[in-house]
T-cell receptor, first 113, second 112 residues
């Protein structure tokens, strides 16, 4: 089955700086890569996703890049704000809703004011 | 409903008792997932339902765990003879066949 690795496990940045979280996956058939943000006491919420037919996707301060050859994808948050502090999970799937979502182990991001 | 609803939100049970956790997915979503999240840990896949297909139970940790999904909608995760190591947050998510997965708030299970 799919194996998703995520790093770093914890990340602290100063407010206004950028944060980058990286994930690798093992199954070359995976073609859907969502990122989830989980705040304390809440369920994970999708913040951005990317499919294998594109290499980059951006939504305001958040961007995701995908390298299918190397089987890795990254989340980039620019101009970080304290409210970005949360745990972020990457995931991989052969198809959204068509197969399991395999999650990374999470990154705890702390934005220091 | 507006989102995925899970009940109860918190459950404290004695070791050895059986528990049932409920998930009401978003109406029309064909896929439903159960995950377990231990304190400070990642999301451990348990079981996946997709339409009328046979569920993928490959993540269930033991035969004490089972789940069903009635009428393609509501799902119940049952843990028999609970153990202390079963203590965790149990998360349910649902999605359309080609859409994002929406998570519920989870059920925090504590086995004492």
């Amino acid at each position: 089955g799919e194996n998703v690795e995520q790093h770093p496990s914890t990340l602290s940045v100063q407010e206004g700086d950028s944060a980058v979280i990286k994930c690798t996956y093992s199954d070359s058939a995976s073609n859907y890569f969502p990122w989830y943000k989980q705040e304390l006491g809440k369920g994970p919420q999708l913040i951005i996703d990317i499919r294998s037919n594109v290499g980059e996707k951006k939504d305001q301060r958040i961007a995701v890049t995908l390298n299918k050859t190397a089987k890795h994808f990254s989340l980039h948050i620019t101009e970080t704000q304290p409210e970005d502090s949360a745990v972020y999970f990457c995931a991989a799937s052969i198809g959204p809703g068509a197969n399991n979502l395999f999650f990374g182990t999470g990154t705890r991001l702390t934005v220091i004011p | 409903g507006a989102g995925v609803s899970q009940s109860p939100s918190n459950k404290v049970t004695e070791k050895g008792k059986d528990v049932e956790l409920r998930c009401d997915p978003i109406s029309g979503h064909t896929a439903l997932y159960w995950y377990r999240q231990s304190l400070g840990q990642g999301l451990e896949f348990l079981i996946y339902f997709q339409g009328n297909s046979a569920p993928d139970k490959s993540g269930l940790p033991s035969d004490r765990f089972s789940a069903e999904r009635t009428g393609g909608s509501v799902s119940t995760l049952t843990i028999q003879r609970t153990q202390q190591e079963d203590s965790a947050v149990y998360l349910c998510a649902s999605s359309l066949a080609v859409g994002e997965a929406f998570f519920g708030q989870g059920t925090r299970l504590t086995v004492v």
